[in-house]
């Protein structure tokens, strides 16, 4: 089982709805959170970085951390096709420095 | 601007070839980190340096090699012993400390196919 998990999608919506992207995971040390948006052929691009459980919002985006369930989420408000990329979350643990885990990414389609 | 960037963006490698891919930021971070990105695998950690001339092994570290001479630079060679190299190779850094976890910065990436 892999320490992060994330549902590779892809995932279709159309022009305006609300996305929510998860992932999982199974190690309790983890206290840093964040989520990546990547288009295709590009690097990976931070949209939000957490720390602990709670709810972060910036723009359209809004991400949540619940450490309790070991479930991480990012919603998406009035997507756009612009928004159509992979997602990425990724997590560092307390005692790994800035070693990140990432979960296999979630392909995201905003359909006009 | 502020950022990292990598070259070349597309390359190509001959059977038993070396190829070097750059590796540049000028953000002042002390360290930098290697990726391979596969379809469907994710990212998989190559090398890492936490400062200059010295550096670590990832999980995939087997027929590649760095080094880390200046802070600017983290050239990641893939040697001939690297038998499926064709993939998306991603050059990131971040500011290094011992408590909080920082998160990392990524270049545009090279796309290295065999020929």
């Known amino acids: 089982q892999k320490e992060v998990e994330q549902d590779p999608g892809p995932l279709s919506v159309p022009e305006g709805a609300i996305v929510s992207l998860n992932c999982t995971y199974s190690n309790s040390a983890f206290q840093y959170f964040m989520w990546y948006r990547q288009y295709s052929r590009k690097g990976p691009e931070l949209l939000m970085y957490?720390?602990?459980?709670g709810n972060k919002e910036d723009g359209r985006f809004t991400a949540q951390v619940d450490k309790s369930s070991k479930y991480i989420s990012l919603f998406i408000r009035d997507s756009q096709p612009s928004d159509s990329a992979t997602y990425l979350c990724?997590?560092?643990?307390?005692?790994?420095?800035?070693?990140?885990?990432f979960g296999g990414g979630t392909r995201l389609m905003v359909k006009p | 601007d502020g950022g990292i960037t990598q070259s070349p963006k597309y390359l190509f490698r001959k059977e038993g070839q070396n190829v070097t891919l750059s590796c540049e930021q000028n953000l002042n971070h002390d360290a930098m980190y290697w990726y391979r990105q596969d379809p469907g695998q994710g990212l998989r950690l190559i090398y890492y340096s936490q400062i200059v001339n010295d550096f670590q092994k990832g999980d995939i570290a087997e027929g590649y090699s760095v080094s880390r001479e200046k802070k600017e630079s983290f050239p990641l060679t893939v040697t001939s012993a690297q038998k499926n190299p064709t993939a998306f190779y991603l050059c990131?850094?971040?500011?290094?400390?011992?408590?909080?976890?920082?998160?990392?910065?990524f270049g545009d990436g090279t796309r290295l196919s065999i020929l």
């Open positions: 957490t720390y602990s459980s």
């Open positions: 990724a997590m560092i643990s307390n005692n790994a420095g800035n070693m990140l885990t």
């Open positions: 990131a850094s971040s500011i290094a400390t011992r408590g909080q976890g920082q998160p990392q910065h």
